[in-house]
Nanobody, 125 residues
Framework: QVLLTESGGGLVQTGRSLRLSCAAS????????MGWFRQAPGKEREFVAG????????TYADSVKGRFTISRDNAKNTVSLQMNSLKPEDTAVYYC??????????????????WGQGTQVTVSS
């Protein structure tokens, strides 16, 4: 079982940037697709960005395309999400997740079996 720990959340003003990090421990996540999801109050958890095991495939939700960048460092067992030009509608708890199966590129929420505890991102207008 892998343990995922997010960090980097906080309170920022509209238009500013934040960088979220996810550190994995317990086992390597290098063969797994990794993803970032978010959940706003009263809403369902939604996909934000996903990156394949080698970084060759990356997918973004339309709402963050061009503003967010996902990356991974398999040597350090980490995944990051650079968030630029933040908007109030980006306010949510952000979760890091690892796919349940190796070498399986899927961005569907049900494909991810390991989750972090989440980090709060609040964007003020």
């Amino acid at each position: 079982q892998v343990l995922l720990t997010e960090s980097g959340g906080g309170l920022v003003q509209t238009g500013r940037s934040l960088r979220l990090s996810c550190a994995a421990s317990g086992r390597t996540v290098s063969p797994y697709t990794m993803g970032w999801f978010r959940q706003a109050p009263g809403k369902e958890r939604e996909f934000v960005a996903g990156i394949s095991w080698g970084g060759g495939s990356i997918t973004y939700a339309d709402s963050v395309k061009g503003r967010f960048t996902i990356s991974r460092d398999n040597a350090k067992n980490t995944v990051s999400l650079q968030m630029n030009s933040l908007k109030p509608e980006d306010t949510a708890v952000y979760y890091c997740a690892a796919n349940s199966r190796i070498y399986d590129y899927s961005t569907d929420l049900t494909s991810f079996g390991s989750w972090g505890q989440g980090t709060q991102v609040t964007v003020s207008s």
